[in-house]
């Protein structure tokens, strides 16, 4: 297992363009999570799915901001007409369900919208 | 809701010093408690856990002890090196609540030869 691989991992946009990014968990996880992170703080979560159902989105996600996870795999995250707020690392994890069970992280989507 | 407050830093400190990063947490329940690091261009790694009150984590030298009387899961190390200069994050997650894991806002360290 190769852990959870995001794609592309720099992305470059004029304000106003739409961009997407991919997240492909582990294999065997079925809970998948993407946070946004700016310089100096913590990741902050958006969206969490269980299987293909996305299960609860944050308050941070505009509705500029749409996720999808068909078949329950891989998933991807939209963002509409970028503007510069937008600009962070966006974060893909996954993990297993379970107690004290860890979310393993990929190496982030760092998005710049000039 | 949830929070996790971290030591401010940047931290720096001489190879081979004595390393502390406080960790204090609020959660309404019982949470699992992470330490992770993100060494600079890379992803979040997972350090060291702790799922139950009294319970240590550790982890390359690495250590911290759930406390559930002060809510607080400090990061310690006895002797850290060079290597060790990154970003530490701690974070909670709550099973109950899908998963999810709230953050600190990390501390830098730096760690000089």
């Known amino acids: 297992d190769t852990g959870v691989s995001q794609d592309p991992r720099h992305k470059i946009t004029k304000r106003g363009q739409n961009v997407t990014f991919r997240c492909d968990p582990i294999?065997?996880?079925?809970?998948l999570y993407w946070y946004r992170q700016t310089l100096g703080q913590g990741p902050e979560f958006l969206t969490y799915?269980?299987?293909?159902?996305?299960?609860?989105k944050s308050r941070l996600l505009s509705d500029r901001f749409s996720a999808e996870r068909p078949k329950g795999s891989f998933s991807t995250l939209e963002i509409q007409r970028t503007e510069q707020g937008d600009s962070a690392m966006y974060l893909c994890?996954?993990?297993?369900?379970?107690?004290?069970?860890?979310?393993?992280f990929g190496q982030g989507t760092r998005l710049t919208v000039v | 809701g949830d929070s996790v407050t971290q030591m401010e830093g940047p931290v720096t400190l001489s190879e081979e010093a004595f390393l502390t990063i406080n960790c204090t947490y609020t959660?309404?329940?019982?949470?699992?408690l992470f330490w992770y690091v993100q060494y600079p261009g890379e992803g979040l790694q997972l350090l060291l856990k702790?799922?139950?009150?009294?319970d240590k984590g550790s982890n390359k030298g690495f250590e911290a002890t759930y406390r559930k009387e002060t809510t607080s899961f400090h990061l310690e190390k006895g002797s850290v090196q060079v290597s060790d200069s990154a970003v530490y994050f701690c974070?909670?997650?709550?099973?109950?609540?899908?998963?999810?894991?709230?953050f600190g806002d990390g501390t830098t360290l730096t760690v000089k030869p």
């Open positions: 294999s065997e996880h079925n809970r």
């Open positions: 959660a309404t329940g019982y949470p699992s």
């Open positions: 799915f269980q299987n293909e159902a996305q299960l609860e």
């Open positions: 974070a909670l997650r709550m099973n109950t609540n899908a998963g999810k894991s709230t």
């Open positions: 702790a799922t139950k009150a009294d």
């Open positions: 994890a996954s993990s297993s369900q379970g107690d004290g069970t860890e979310a393993f």
